[in-house]
C-alpha cells in the first residue's frame, strides 16, 4: 500500500487558517468553537456528547506519521463524524500552539454547562475559580478537581477564558469530564450555590479558619464550594465577605505558601475525604436521594 499523502499542505488553506483564527478568544467566541491538541485531549474530545447529543468533535487535523501511530484515536474521531485531515507537518505546527506538537489537533464545539443546571443538579463539591487569570492554573484546577470527584467548575466573569488553549492543555482531557459554567459574576455564583444548600469556603493564604480545625469539627461533610481567587493577590475582601468561612490550608514546614493548584488540590480532596467519610460513596448517597 503506498503511502498516505497529506491533503493539506500549504498553510494558506482556508481551513488551516480557520483553525488558526482559533488560538485567538474573539474569533473562539464568535464560532464556539476551540482547539484540543495532542492525543489525550483529543480521544476526550471524540468521546464527549454535548447536551443535543451532538459531537464535540467536529473536525481532526493529523499527520501522516500520527494518524498512524494514534490510529485507534482518529477511528474514534471519524465515528464520532468529526471531519479527518491529513495534512504535513509544518501545518500541524501553524495550527498548534504548542512549540512541539504531537501531530493531532482537534476542533471541538464549546461545551460549557449552564450556571442554571449545574445548580439543578445538586452539586455536593464545587470549585469555583475567581478572578483567576493563569490559564495554565485554571486548567489544573479544573483537573484537580476532575481528580477529586467535584461535581462541577464555576468560572466566574473575572477570571480567565476556559477555552484558551493553555487552559485545555493544561486540563489534561478533565475539560471533558465534568460540568463547567462560565462567565458568572462571582456574587450570582456565591448566592445561588448558597441558595442550593451548598456551604461555601474561600480559600486564602490569611484565612482566619484553619483547615485541619475544620476537619477536625467535623463541619466538612455536607455540599461545599470551594472559591479559589487570583495567583498573586488572592481573594478581594468583597469576595472574602461572601463566604461562610475563610479558610487557610496550613503550613506545617518552612514554605512561605501554596501555589493555586496545590491549594486547590489540598481543599478539593479535603472535602472529598469529609463527605465520603460521613455519607460512603457519593455515587451510592446520591443514587438514594434521587
Not at 187 to 205: F, M, N, T, Y
Request: hydrophobic fraction near 45%; charged fraction near 25%.
Amino acid at each position: 500500500m503506498p503511502p498516505a499523502i497529506p491533503d493539506l499542505i500549504s498553510p494558506r488553506s482556508s481551513r488551516v487558517l480557520a483553525a488558526r483564527r482559533l488560538a485567538k478568544r474573539n474569533f473562539r467566541g464568535k464560532e464556539r468553537l476551540f482547539l484540543a491538541e495532542g492525543p489525550q485531549a483529543v480521544r476526550e474530545a471524540a468521546a464527549h456528547r454535548a447536551a443535543d447529543g451532538g459531537a464535540t468533535l467536529v473536525e481532526l487535523f493529523a499527520t501522516v506519521e500520527a494518524a498512524e501511530r494514534y490510529a485507534e484515536i482518529v477511528g474514534e474521531a471519524r465515528d464520532a463524524g468529526a471531519r479527518i485531515h491529513l495534512a504535513a507537518d509544518g501545518v500541524i505546527a501553524d495550527i498548534a500552539t504548542t512549540v512541539t506538537p504531537q501531530g493531532l489537533v482537534g476542533i471541538c464545539r464549546f461545551l460549557d454547562t449552564p450556571f442554571e443546571k449545574i445548580l439543578a443538579a445538586r452539586p455536593r463539591l464545587v470549585a469555583v475559580l475567581a478572578h483567576v487569570r493563569d490559564p495554565g492554573n485554571a486548567g489544573t484546577v479544573l483537573r484537580c478537581a476532575d481528580a477529586a470527584g467535584a461535581d462541577a467548575v464555576v468560572l466566574t466573569d473575572a477570571s480567565v477564558d476556559l477555552y484558551n488553549p493553555k487552559a485545555v492543555r493544561a486540563s489534561v482531557g478533565s475539560l471533558f469530564h465534568l460540568p463547567v459554567a462560565v462567565g458568572v459574576p462571582v456574587e450570582q455564583a456565591v448566592g445561588g450555590l448558597k441558595d442550593a444548600g451548598v456551604r461555601i469556603l474561600a480559600a486564602d493564604g490569611a484565612g482566619e479558619q484553619d483547615l485541619d480545625d475544620e476537619l477536625d469539627k467535623g463541619t466538612m461533610g455536607g455540599p461545599t464550594a470551594w472559591v479559589f481567587g487570583n495567583e498573586a493577590w488572592g481573594l478581594p475582601d468583597h469576595t472574602r465577605a461572601l463566604a461562610d468561612a475563610v479558610v487557610r490550608v496550613p503550613i506545617h514546614g518552612k514554605a512561605e505558601s501554596l501555589n493555586l493548584a496545590s491549594a486547590a488540590a489540598v481543599c478539593l480532596y479535603a472535602s472529598a475525604r469529609a463527605q465520603r467519610a460521613r455519607g460512603g460513596s457519593r455515587s451510592v448517597t446520591q443514587s438514594e436521594e434521587s
